[in-house]
T-cell receptor, first 114, second 112 residues
Framework: EAGVAQSPRYKIIEKRQSVAFWCNPI?????LYWYQQILGQGPKLLIQ????????DSQLPKDRFSAERLKGVDSTLKIQPAKLEDSAVYLC????????????FGPGTRLTVL | QKEVEQNSGPLSVPEGAIASLNCTYS??????FFWYRQYSGKSPELIMS????GDKEDGRFTAQLNKASQYVSLLIRDSQPSDSATYLC????????????FGKGTHLIIQP
């Protein structure tokens, strides 16, 4: 079974530029999550989708971050404009709809904002 | 505010010994508990899930849960150098928002 796919793996941009990340979840997983992991910290949830609807985006900085999940499969996360403090690893995870919520992570995208 | 606390370490354990990693959580209604292993520069890998009080064993790993004390632990028996990594404790509280709340992780070093 293929895991969660993400691209690109690495991205370096200047502050105030825009950037987009892509995620393809495990086949059959209805729920998709985007997390931000800053060095030395645990992942922090940014947004959760179930199928193509947003379940939770309470921690998404909506003035600069946006995300969509068209057709309930692939998802993109965009940052515009980027700030220095956005330097982090952006992790995508997916899970089945269940009471237990086991989540499986993709390889992540390491973003450096200069 | 849901919180998950872990000792950041580093925790140094000799090869072949038992490594014991601990985690406490603040939300009493939490219902699922996970341990993820994260190697440097890699993404978190799910290694153990536990949902009810007691012990759950999987190979060299044992997860322990005590909901009354709001405490989760991970034991790694016969520790190997390849177990050297950061171990993240994650908690799921259920309800409408299904994101996991993570601790900062414990950095484990297995000394050959």
């Amino acid at each position: 079974e293929a895991g969660v796919a993400q691209s690109p793996r690495y991205k370096i941009i200047e502050k105030r530029q825009s950037v987009a990340f892509w995620c393809n979840p495990i086949s059959g997983h209805a729920t998709l999550y985007w997390y931000q992991q800053i060095l030395g910290q645990g992942p922090k949830l940014l947004i959760q989708f179930q199928n193509n609807g947003v379940v939770d985006d309470s921690q998404l900085p909506k003035d600069r971050f946006s995300a969509e999940r068209l057709k309930g499969v692939d998802s993109t996360l965009k940052i515009q404009p980027a700030k220095l403090e956005d330097s982090a690893v952006y992790l995508c995870a997916s899970s089945l709809i269940s009471d237990y919520n086991e989540q499986f992570f993709g390889p992540g995208t390491r973003l450096t904002v200069l | 505010q849901k919180e998950v606390e872990q000792n950041s370490g580093p925790l140094s354990v000799p090869e072949g010994a038992i490594a014991s990693l601990n985690c406490t959580y603040s939300d009493r209604v939490s219902q699922s508990f996970f341990w993820y292993r994260q190697y440097s520069g890699k993404s978190p890998e799910l290694i153990m899930s536990i949902y009810s009080n007691g012990d759950k064993e999987d190979g060299r790993f044992t997860a322990q849960l005590n909901k009354a004390s709001q405490y989760v632990s991970l034991l790694i028996r016969d520790s190997q150098p390849s177990d050297s990594a950061t171990y993240l404790c994650a908690v799921y509280s259920g309800g409408g928002a299904d994101g996991l709340t993570f601790g900062k992780g414990t950095h484990l070093i297995i000394q050959p």
